[in-house]
């Protein structure tokens, strides 16, 4: 199906510049600007995004010209020979998603030392530019392979998408200047060599997709979507050259997208990927396409996702297993998937308006986004295991070369995941409410100022610690408008009560309200925050007969640290119709001490063996998982064995 005509049909040919990392063309629902949003620093998302600025940003920085990456740019200005290059072929990403993440801290909270790092680190970058707008430090240069010689795993499409996002989150945020020239340049060097005609071929990290839809509805340029829609379209066809130990589907180059029924493979690779193919299916109205991503999405989140919302249970290809391949100790979970995730999950709710897809974001972001950064936002973890057997070693101030060490780590081999995180924190205001023609959603509950479709709302809460959330009305629109509030799937006796009127009960989904609001409304949402038991399916064999704590919108879990001495989490059950109770923003919950036998040298198998001694109950704290590990080396588990 050729769908060129249609794409050049659906850009504008000047696009209004809105600060906001995605804006589909014609939306009835668009998420709101990273500039409508004050988030109280003293709340939980607030708090996150003030450490993310004055310390994670830096923390990259200082890292990318310690390891050598930046300097990687200057060699290649100076037109140098490179001998041995430092990082992997995907380095140059890390400097374009740091960019993007200063471009929309920048945005929220000029600051001039900011700004001046900003342009410096630009200008870096745009002077090792080719003329024709190759931008690559890898490839294309003295000393280094030719360029495009490596599609599979040379990641130069990828690189160039980062920097294209980069520049996009600078151009949304009222500045047409360097870097964005060196996007645009960048961009339109990729649709002259890879355009009709060009070569036929995709990247084997997918992300390039994402960019160019993103960069053409932002610069009013149709010829980005057309080479987005292209290499979609490509994809599938088994053309890259596949590595030992890897297959077609970890590039996702095994089936067609539109063919395709779940995620699988690489899973970063998979969400950039359908993220950019929905994309090229709202701008192209292929509801074929759409439909695919669609199907894709829900099997993918009924049998392939954590109970944390993260995403892949294979450490060998960071990918998806099998469905109810869902280990607890293997799952891997890798931070960035949790970012692709929420990417793909936001866009599926900008087209639909659905509120599955708010819920899935909300998941995600409490309990892997928050859960990467250490509190002083100068350590992350990468992988995101629920299922700790052996505490973590320190990682010291080196570069941790394992993904899945137990403890956050200030530096990676492969770092991806420290600047996906920033950015995302830089940009969290864009996904905390939407507008439309009838009014504004509240999506995510954070404390704060909401400026958008009319309305100033002030947000008074403590979630998730509580449940209460109070939006007093600072201003409104004239005439009737709707404010829809999204009541969590998990919210099974929610309240709303609007001014003076009594509390009413709202099922989970949109509660709406709609009515002439004046300046002084009050709206005040309750949330069920007690703990809650949470069974897995039986079909998901790595946790049968386990159970897990939640509290509201959080995850717990069971550390070491929390037990008594000489107790290990080996040792620890749940009896049957325990209950949780509150404690903090944790959870108490009744368990016992079984101390199993076990013979030295023999298999751990054989006849059903008894206890070595008597059980004794012993009281669980439970905390955030997103806490886990944050005092200190400890083992960890999130489902813990139930005994009647």
């Given at each position: 199906?050729t769908?060129?005509?249609?794409?050049?049909?659906?850009?504008?040919?000047?696009?209004?510049?809105?600060?906001?990392?995605?804006?589909?063309?014609?939306s009835?629902?668009?998420?709101?600007?990273?500039?409508?949003?004050?988030?109280?620093?003293?709340g939980?998302?607030?708090?996150?995004?003030?450490?993310n600025?004055?310390?994670?940003?830096e923390?990259?920085?200082?890292?990318?010209?310690?390891?050598?990456?930046?300097a990687?740019?200057d060699?290649?200005?100076r037109?140098?020979?490179?001998?041995?290059?430092?990082?992997?072929?995907?380095?140059?990403?890390?400097?374009?998603?740091?960019?993007?993440?200063m471009?929309w801290d920048?945005?929220?909270?000029?600051?001039?030392?900011?700004?001046?790092?900003?342009?410096?680190l630009?200008?870096?970058?745009?002077?090792?530019?080719?003329?024709?707008?190759?931008?690559?430090t890898?490839?294309?240069?003295?000393?280094?392979?030719?360029?495009?010689?490596?599609?599979?795993?040379?990641?130069?499409?990828?690189?160039?998408?980062?920097?294209?996002?980069?520049?996009?989150?600078r151009?949304?945020?009222g500045?047409?200047?360097?870097?964005?020239?060196?996007?645009?340049?960048?961009a339109?060097?990729?649709?002259e060599e890879?355009?009709?005609?060009g070569?036929?071929?995709?990247?084997?990290?997918?992300?390039?997709?994402v960019?160019?839809?993103?960069g053409?509805?932002?610069f009013?340029?149709?010829?980005?979507?057309e080479q987005?829609?292209?290499?979609?379209?490509r994809?599938?066809?088994?053309?890259?050259?596949?590595?030992?130990?890897?297959?077609?589907?970890?590039?996702?180059?095994?089936?067609?997208?539109?063919?395709?029924?779940?995620?699988?493979?690489?899973?970063?690779?998979?969400l950039?990927?359908?993220?950019?193919?929905l994309?090229?299916?709202?701008?192209?109205?292929?509801?074929?396409?759409?439909?695919?991503?669609?199907?894709q999405?829900?099997?993918?989140?009924?049998?392939?996702?954590?109970?944390?919302?993260?995403?892949?249970?294979?450490h060998?290809?960071?990918?998806?297993?099998?469905?109810?391949?869902?280990?607890?100790?293997?799952?891997?979970?890798?931070t960035?998937a949790?970012?692709?995730?929420?990417?793909?999950?936001?866009?599926?709710?900008l087209a639909?308006?659905e509120?599955?897809?708010?819920?899935?974001?909300?998941?995600?972001?409490?309990?892997?986004?928050?859960?990467s950064?250490?509190?002083d936002?100068?350590?992350?973890?990468?992988?995101?295991?629920?299922?700790?057997r052996?505490?973590?070693?320190?990682?010291?101030d080196?570069?941790n070369?394992?993904?899945?060490?137990?403890?956050?780590a200030?530096?990676?081999d492969?770092?991806c995941?420290?600047t996906?995180?920033?950015?995302?924190?830089?940009?969290?205001?864009?996904?905390v409410a939407?507008?439309?023609?009838?009014?504004?959603?509240?999506?995510?509950y954070?404390?704060?100022e909401?400026?958008?479709?009319g309305?100033?709302?002030?947000?008074?809460?403590?979630?998730p610690?509580?449940?209460?959330?109070?939006?007093?009305?600072?201003d409104?629109?004239?005439?009737?408008?709707?404010?829809?509030?999204?009541?969590?799937?998990?919210?099974?006796?929610?309240?709303?009560?609007?001014?003076?009127?009594?509390?009413?009960?709202?099922?989970?989904?949109w509660?709406?309200?709609t009515?002439?609001?004046?300046?002084?409304?009050?709206?005040?949402?309750?949330?069920?925050?007690?703990?809650?038991?949470?069974?897995?399916?039986?079909r998901?064999d790595?946790?049968?007969?386990?159970v897990?704590?939640?509290?509201?919108?959080?995850?717990?879990c069971?550390?070491?640290?929390?037990?008594?001495?000489?107790?290990?989490?080996?040792?620890?059950?749940?009896?049957?119709?325990?209950?949780?109770?509150?404690?903090?923003d944790?959870?108490?919950?009744?368990g016992?001490?079984?101390?199993?036998?076990?013979?030295?040298?023999?298999?751990?198998?054989?006849?059903?063996r008894?206890?070595a001694?008597?059980?004794?109950?012993?009281d669980?704290?439970?905390?955030?998982y997103?806490?886990?590990?944050?005092r200190g080396?400890a083992t960890?588990r999130?489902?813990?064995?139930?005994?009647?």
């Amino acid at each position: 199906m050729t769908l060129s005509a249609s794409v050049a049909d659906q850009l504008p040919d000047a696009v209004v510049a809105i600060a906001a990392p995605v804006r589909p063309t014609g939306s009835a629902t668009h998420g709101v600007a990273v500039t409508d949003v004050r988030l109280d620093p003293d709340g939980f998302w607030g708090g996150r995004q003030a450490v993310n600025s004055a310390a994670t940003l830096e923390h990259c920085l200082r890292w990318m010209e310690r390891l050598g990456w930046l300097a990687n740019f200057d060699r290649v200005a100076r037109g140098e020979e490179t001998h041995e290059r430092p990082g992997w072929q995907f380095s140059d990403s890390e400097v374009y998603k740091l960019l993007e993440a200063m471009a929309w801290d920048l945005a929220r909270r000029p600051d001039e030392r900011l700004e001046a790092t900003f342009v410096a680190l630009v200008e870096r970058i745009g002077a090792a530019q080719d003329d024709d707008g190759y931008l690559n430090t890898a490839f294309g240069h003295p000393g280094l392979p030719p360029r495009y010689s490596d599609l599979a795993m040379g990641h130069e499409l990828y690189n160039a998408g980062h920097l294209i996002q980069a520049g996009v989150a600078r151009f949304r945020t009222g500045h047409d200047d360097r870097l964005v020239e060196i996007a645009r340049r960048a961009a339109d060097q990729i649709c002259e060599e890879f355009g009709e005609g060009g070569l036929d071929a995709v990247c084997g990290h997918p992300e390039i997709e994402v960019a160019l839809v993103e960069g053409g509805r932002a610069f009013g340029e149709r010829r980005y979507l057309e080479q987005a829609r292209l290499f979609v379209e490509r994809r599938g066809r088994g053309t890259l050259h596949v590595r030992p130990l890897l297959s077609a589907e970890y590039f996702q180059d095994d089936v067609p997208v539109r063919e395709a029924t779940v995620l699988r493979g690489h899973a970063v690779r998979a969400l950039y990927l359908t993220a950019g193919a929905l994309d090229v299916a709202v701008e192209t109205d292929d509801d074929e396409l759409f439909d695919a991503v669609t199907r894709q999405w829900e099997h993918t989140v009924a049998r392939r996702t954590y109970l944390t919302g993260g995403m892949g249970s294979r450490h060998q290809d960071e990918g998806f297993g099998d469905d109810w391949e869902l280990p607890a100790d293997r799952a891997y979970c890798e931070t960035c998937a949790g970012v692709g995730s929420v990417m793909l999950a936001w866009r599926l709710y900008l087209a639909t308006g659905e509120v599955r897809y708010a819920d899935l974001i909300e998941r995600t972001l409490f309990n892997v986004i928050a859960t990467s950064p250490s509190a002083d936002g100068t350590s992350f973890f990468y992988a995101n295991p629920l299922h700790q057997r052996e505490p973590g070693a320190p990682a010291g101030d080196g570069v941790n070369n394992r993904a899945e060490g137990g403890l956050r780590a200030p530096w990676f081999d492969v770092s991806c995941c420290p600047t996906n995180v920033a950015r995302t924190l830089a940009s969290f205001g864009s996904y905390v409410a939407s507008v439309d023609a009838e009014g504004l959603a509240l999506l995510q509950y954070a404390a704060g100022e909401v400026r958008a479709g009319g309305f100033v709302l002030d947000v008074d809460t403590a979630y998730p610690a509580e449940g209460t959330i109070r939006i007093r009305i600072v201003d409104a629109p004239v005439g009737e408008r709707r404010l829809r509030f999204r009541i969590p799937e998990w919210a099974v006796s929610a309240t709303l009560q609007v001014g003076e009127g009594a509390p009413v009960p709202v099922a989970p989904g949109w509660a709406d309200v709609t009515r002439t609001f004046v300046a002084g409304d009050l709206v005040v949402i309750e949330l069920p925050t007690a703990p809650r038991l949470t069974w897995p399916d039986p079909r998901i064999d790595g946790v049968r007969d386990t159970v897990a704590v939640e509290r509201g919108p959080l995850v717990l879990c069971l550390e070491s640290t929390d037990l008594p001495d000489g107790v290990t989490l080996d040792d620890v059950r749940v009896k049957a119709g325990a209950a949780p109770s509150s404690h903090g923003d944790g959870a108490r919950l009744a368990g016992s001490v079984d101390v199993l036998g076990s013979v030295d040298g023999a298999l751990p198998y054989g006849p059903r063996r008894g206890l070595a001694g008597q059980s004794r109950q012993v009281d669980l704290a439970l905390v955030p998982y997103h806490r886990w590990a944050e005092r200190g080396p400890a083992t960890m588990r999130v489902f813990l064995p139930v005994v009647d």
